[in-house]
């Protein structure tokens, strides 16, 4: 299937959605915001996996194989060891393709203000102090500099696979584009998804 813009229509109602897109780009929030136009429920692949003290969860792919045999539900594509069996149940992915430096900024800015915040995230963790960017080499910030072109490697790779022809794959550049997609070509999938029901 060809890789869809903003204005293409969805060929189907989206039941199965994966977010992809850099460390930053807003995944998580676009994800909460197609849950509550679609109806299919949003499971944050961070909460899966984040155990107490930032350790993996042993139960995280257990976890993501219940979630991906249910009839619906939105999640972020990520972590290398879930993505392939993500991908296998999917029909949809929503591919937030920004510059650099839209996804930079909102990560700064998101990282920031939970470390101020003290917020706490998954399983009672919280953001590390943020001179620890500059002494840990897996730091978050540091991470969505040097990761930021991978995601465009890894779709092109999906579509090219046996999975491109039968999933719909959009690609959004920036917010603008984002908006007008979530106002036309999904809202009006939406609706046909409740006819539909």
Do not use: C
Request: proline share 9%.
């Amino acid at each position: 299937m060809p890789l869809l813009g903003p204005a293409d229509p969805l060929p189907h109602p989206p039941r199965r959605v994966l977010v992809a897109g850099s460390t930053g780009a807003g995944k998580t929030t676009l994800a909460k915001a197609l849950a509550g136009r679609i109806g299919s429920p949003h499971v944050e692949m961070d909460a899966l996996y984040h155990g107490p003290g930032w350790v993996p969860r042993p139960e995280f792919l257990d976890d993501v194989a219940v979630l991906v045999g249910r009839p619906a539900w939105i999640t972020e594509w990520q972590y290398s060891r879930a993505r392939p069996l993500l991908l296998e149940h999917a029909d949809t992915i929503v591919w937030l393709d920004h510059p650099f430096r839209t996804a930079m900024r909102r990560l700064v800015v998101r990282t920031v203000v939970r470390r101020l915040r003290r917020t706490v995230l998954w399983n009672g963790n919280v953001e590390p102090p943020l001179l620890t960017v500059f002494t840990d080499p897996e730091h978050l910030l540091r991470w969505g500099w040097k990761s930021h072109g991978r995601v465009a490697d890894k779709l092109t790779a999906v579509l090219a696979s046996e999975h491109g022809p039968r999933l719909s794959v959009v690609r959004l550049r920036g917010q603008r584009e984002v908006d007008a997609w979530l106002a036309g070509p999904l809202l009006r999938a939406a609706r046909a998804g409740e006819g539909s029901v």
